[in-house]
Nanobody, 123 residues
Framework: QVQLVESGGGLVQAGGSLRLSCAASGRTFSRNSMGWFRQAPGKEREFVASINWGGGTYYADSVKGRFTISRDNAKNTVYLQMNSLNSEDTAVYYC?????????????????WGQGTQVTVSS
């Protein structure tokens, strides 16, 4: 089993920044892919960003140019730097992981999920 714990969420004004962290523990794989998803009130959970073991990344169009996903393999931690936040970014943010070295955008591709961290952007 792999446990994922997100942190770094909170309340921020529009135009501000936040950095989310997701620490993995337990049976972490030697090579894994990580992703960030989010779920706004009344909406389906959606893909935000993905990163593979080697650092390759992919973003949803809605966050491209504003969000940056990165990872520290030695610490088993993945980050999501969020800049230029707006009210549409308000959501619970979840990190996810799976074995393998690809880029994955579908929720069903991931095996493990964190409990989520709330991000609220005030206008």
């Amino acid at each position: 089993q792999v446990q994922l714990v997100e942190s770094g969420g909170g309340l921020v004004q529009a135009g501000g920044s936040l950095r989310l962290s997701c620490a993995a523990s337990g049976r972490t794989f030697s090579r894994n892919s990580m992703g960030w998803f989010r779920q706004a009130p009344g909406k389906e959970r959606e893909f935000v960003a993905s990163i593979n073991w080697g650092g390759g990344t992919y973003y949803a169009d809605s966050v491209k140019g504003r969000f940056t996903i990165s990872r520290d393999n030695a610490k088993n931690t993945v980050y999501l730097q969020m800049n230029s936040l707006n009210s549409e970014d308000t959501a619970v943010y979840y990190c996810a992981s799976r074995s393998g070295d690809g880029i994955y955008v579908y929720q069903s591709s991931y095996t493990y999920w964190g409990q989520g961290t709330q991000v609220t952007v005030s206008s």
